[in-house]
């Protein structure tokens, strides 16, 4: 499989984010449903802690990649849902640190609340395997 980021400005290389991704020779692809802050047990983790919340959605959303046989590497598009759109700058630095490399298409969307009221943030996933 053959991915390259199409990026015909560079601004979006300082909000961490690819326009879209070009992929030839895809074998599958995964859709990730949106992977919150809850631990193995089903319990939300980090309440009122964004940061601790947005690193489980991705620790989540590494072991359903892990599951389907992928990684964070596989991933052309994420869109991620805040309840606080000023948190965005902090979901792109700990992003950074679980997505090195070129950063997949993304969106991020300002909403008023999640399923559950203490989660802060949902991931989701489209990976191309």
């Not at 991915?3 to 300082?14: A, F, G, L, Y």
């Not at 630095?93 to 559950?116: C, D, Q, Y």
């Not at 802060?120 to 489209?126: C, G, L, R, V």
């Amino acid at each position: 499989m053959d991915k390259t980021p199409v990026n015909p400005w560079s601004w979006q290389d300082q909000f961490g984010f690819s326009q879209a991704w070009r992929v030839d020779g895809a074998q599958s692809a995964m859709f990730a449903s949106g992977q919150v802050a809850m631990s193995a047990e089903g319990q939300v983790v980090g309440e009122g802690d964004f940061e601790t919340q947005a690193r489980q959605a991705f620790e989540n959303l590494q072991t359903v990649l892990q599951q389907a046989g992928a990684s964070l590497d596989a991933v052309v598009k994420l869109t991620v849902y805040l309840t606080d759109i000023t948190k965005l700058r902090d979901y792109t630095r700990i992003k950074a640190e679980f997505m090195t490399g070129n950063p997949p298409a993304s969106t991020a969307i300002g909403v008023a609340a999640l399923a559950l009221p203490q989660l802060m943030i949902e991931i989701e996933a489209i990976a191309l395997l």
